[in-house]
């Protein structure tokens, strides 16, 4: 049942930088996860050993083995976490939810897993929602967050929301500004970098305003396709292939935050995950 998707997904990545992963991504896309069948198929059109590609789908975590809903609740309990209440967010979580960690909801719509770290120990205890960070989180914050998540986590309100900010970047290599002044974008002025896809190339504004996704483009690239992102003076890729992206395994974008630390952006089009490091805390 499988042979003709694969081989459309085959055709299109393989051979590519990355090819694997995308056949993956593509395949999960598919089925909401990737069934045994639809593996061992990918190996005999790819030529992969099995191992290899198991290797890769349990490695990053935004593949699963097991049909998942379509929100992912990741509830920590790490020790920084566990001291300050985590087991009781997430035995809330499961309360509400109705399921146990690493189960799914009998309508497809959650999932709940507990992890031993996110990365963001002084923020706990920590909630993560489809990429969306919740910290601090109380028992009685967990309603709130299941609600937003059904309305649409992605719904950024520029003038209100407390996540959105404005930062100051500069380019990791040459150190010199990527701020544009004369293009705004939500009424900021804007990040400049140079995008290419294919063959095509051209600038990109981005937003300054942490939290907002809002972009103007030269080109429209299509969604899912990975960009190579340059700096419009010294012309140095922007790329951390040593930390990729982790719900997508793109490589992530990374520039200097003015006043110390560093901002990363996902290079995949369509993509939302970005991190800020300032000091050493993650958020």
Do not use: W
């Amino acid at each position: 049942m499988y042979q003709d998707t694969i081989e459309r997904f085959v055709q299109t990545y393989h051979g590519e930088r990355g090819g694997l992963i995308s056949i993956l991504e593509a395949v999960q896309s598919a089925y909401s996860y990737l069934p045994e069948e639809a593996l061992r198929e990918v190996a005999r059109q790819t030529g992969t050993s099995l191992v290899d590609i198991y290797g890769v789908a349990t490695f990053y975590k935004a593949f699963s083995l097991k049909p998942r809903g379509r929100h992912l609740v990741s509830a920590c309990l790490g020790t920084a976490c566990h001291v300050r209440g985590g087991p009781s967010v997430a035995a809330e979580l499961e309360k509400r939810l109705g399921v146990r960690a690493g189960e799914t909801t009998e309508d497809r719509e959650f999932t709940l897993e507990t992890v031993a770290c996110l990365g963001a120990c002084a923020l706990g205890p920590i909630v993560v929602v489809d990429g969306h960070y919740f910290s601090n989180v109380r028992v009685s914050d967990i309603p709130g967050i299941l609600a937003k998540t059904k309305d649409g986590l992605d719904k950024v309100e520029i003038k209100s929301d407390e996540r959105v900010f404005p930062v100051e970047v500069s380019c990791p290599r040459c150190n010199r500004s990527l701020m544009d002044t004369e293009t705004l974008v939500d009424n900021y002025p804007s990040i400049r970098v140079v995008v290419s896809f294919g063959r095509q190339h051209g600038s990109m504004r981005l937003s300054s305003l942490y939290g907002s996704f809002n972009l103007l483009t030269d080109h429209d690239p299509p969604l899912d396709s990975v960009l190579d992102f340059f700096c419009p003076h010294c012309h140095a890729e922007l790329s951390s292939a040593s930390s990729p992206c982790p719900k997508c395994a793109a490589p992530m974008v990374p520039m200097i935050v003015r006043g110390g630390g560093f901002v990363q952006v996902c290079s995949r089009r369509g993509c939302k995950e970005h991190r800020l490091d300032l000091d050493g805390v993650n958020l």
